[in-house]
């Protein structure tokens, strides 16, 4: 199997390492930001460097517009968009490490549906991992 993926993984793990403990930050205390001016902020930037991407890749925009698979893109965003709103009002309402374990869940769930919808391989290795997964979550968050 190619890992050309697994520096991009990895980046992206060490990044998001940031964003609850500093949105937690900035939506609570004194001069706190709302939770959904947050969102509209940071995704303001998120966009801008995504659009940075595409125009100096030479990707572009529109041709992809037709493709049969924007509906599926559409209906990540959706998600993606009720994801971040519900995180950063969890954030501002909660404590990081109570709220970050919570929603990493969404690494099980999406581990699942890749088997079960997408066909991808399964093993004890897996099942073992998912269940570590669930246990950690189960004793960061207190419950």
Same mark, same amino acid.
């Given at each position: 199997m190619? !890992?050309?993926?697994?520096?991009? !993984?990895?980046?992206? %793990?060490? !990044?998001?390492?940031?964003?609850?403990?500093? %949105?937690?930050?900035?939506?609570?205390?004194p001069?706190?930001?709302?939770?959904?001016?947050?969102?509209?902020?940071?995704?303001?930037?998120?966009?801008? %460097?995504?659009?940075?991407?595409?125009?100096?890749?030479?990707?572009g925009?529109?041709?992809?517009?037709?493709?049969?698979?924007?509906?599926?893109?559409?209906?990540?965003?959706? *998600?993606?968009?009720?994801?971040?709103?519900?995180?950063?009002?969890?954030?501002?309402?909660?404590?990081?490490?109570?709220?970050?374990?919570i929603?990493? %869940?969404?690494?099980?769930?999406?581990?699942?549906?890749?088997?079960?919808?997408?066909?991808?391989? *399964?093993?004890?290795?897996k099942?073992?991992?998912?269940?570590? !997964?669930?246990?950690?979550?189960?004793?960061?968050?207190?419950?």
């Open positions: 190619d !890992a050309t993926y697994l520096p991009y !993984a990895l980046l992206a %793990m060490g !990044a998001y390492t940031f964003v609850s403990p500093l %949105m937690r930050v900035a939506t609570t205390g001069d706190a930001i709302p939770s959904d001016v947050a969102v509209i902020v940071s995704n303001v930037l998120l966009v801008s %460097m995504a659009a940075g991407i595409v125009w100096y890749t030479g990707q925009f529109s041709s992809h517009l037709a493709s049969p698979k924007l509906l599926h893109v559409l209906g990540a965003g959706v *998600f993606l968009g009720i994801g971040i709103l519900a995180l950063y009002r969890a954030l501002s309402l909660g404590p990081v490490s109570v709220v970050t374990p929603f990493a %869940m969404f690494l099980v769930f999406s581990s699942l549906i890749g088997v079960v919808l997408l066909g991808e391989s *399964f093993s004890a290795r099942a073992l991992g998912i269940a570590f !997964a669930v246990a950690s979550v189960y004793l960061v968050s207190g419950a």
